[in-house]
């Protein structure tokens, strides 16, 4: 498995090399000169062309590709045009907020998708299974954004029982540590911010599980319908065994390979598509990072941001992929 995985390390390499190459070109092509944006529109050629000179705007493309790349190899992620700030000392704030929202979310997509999957599965063709179905159905459909509008009109609005939008409360913010804050609150001995925070956390969290929420229950309902079909669980029900054990310990076991892909698949796709929902609550994680330096042309932020974003994304595949073994013990990587 050691060798195995740093076969896989090592190709992230042409990979991340790639997709650095293509985002390079992407975001040249929006329009708009990152000079004119960050000085404004009444600023004069001159001016631009001093400030496109400090920026190395004026260099050729291979020159700035060239800068870039080697300082990543160096762990320089590059300097905000906009902040003049260095990326990697920028980024963790947002990225720490993205996966604090991303982690909730996941834990509440799994907990109930995983269990809805298998009561739908465990009593096919109940109304219990055609309700979770058509649910899930509307899971999929459903915008994040109509959804999100809806819980802040009902939650925050009519009822007053959650907080419209944010991390915090305004009038007594977190001391970050790591800017995780259900994490800093409790090492600080905050209850009472933990609390909070959570109220903070519960509408976009909702918001964001819903549609992985609702493919992994779609997925597990059909992995374990199959599975259940088998051999060794009719004998396993022949013996006498509660339906309970058979389905959770027998069934769930040979079956959890699909659930654990589609579980890594969407946890990556939450890091990177969280934005609408970042956006509707105010939630100021990576995603919104990227959309505001996307509006002032600030490219080695958004060339860093998705760098970022999508090394996350590969590595949660490999440590899905190794989970795999540590699951089912007949898969052995050579």
Known sequence: MFAYTIRRLLMLIPVLFGLSLIV???????????????LGQLATKEAIAELTKQLGLDQPWYTQYA?????????????????????????WPYLAATIELSFCAMVIAVFIGVNAGIISAWFQNSWFDYAAMVLALVGVSMPIFWLGLMEQWVFAINLEWLPTSGREEV????????????????LQGRLDQFWDVIRHLVMPSIALATIPMAIIARITRSTMLEVMKSDFIRTARAKGLRMFWVVYKHSLKNAVIPILTIIGLQTGLLLGGAILTETIFSWPGI????????GYRDYPVIQSGILVV???????????????????PRIKYQ
């Open 24 to 38: 390079f070109f992407m975001i040249r092509a929006i329009p708009g000169d990152p000079a004119q944006v960050i």
């Open 310 to 328: 999508a090394f996350i994304f590969v590595m949660i595949n490999l440590t899905v992929d190794l989970m795999y073994a540590a699951v089912d």
């Open 67 to 91: 800068n870039y790349v080697g300082g990543l190899f160096s762990g320089d992620l590059g300097e905000s045009l906009r902040t003049k700030s260095p990326i990697s000392e920028e980024i």
């Open 171 to 186: 009038r007594d913010p977190v001391s970050a540590i790591t800017h995780i804050y259900t994490l800093d609150t409790l």
């Open 287 to 294: 995603g919104r990072y990227i959309y505001e330096a996307i």
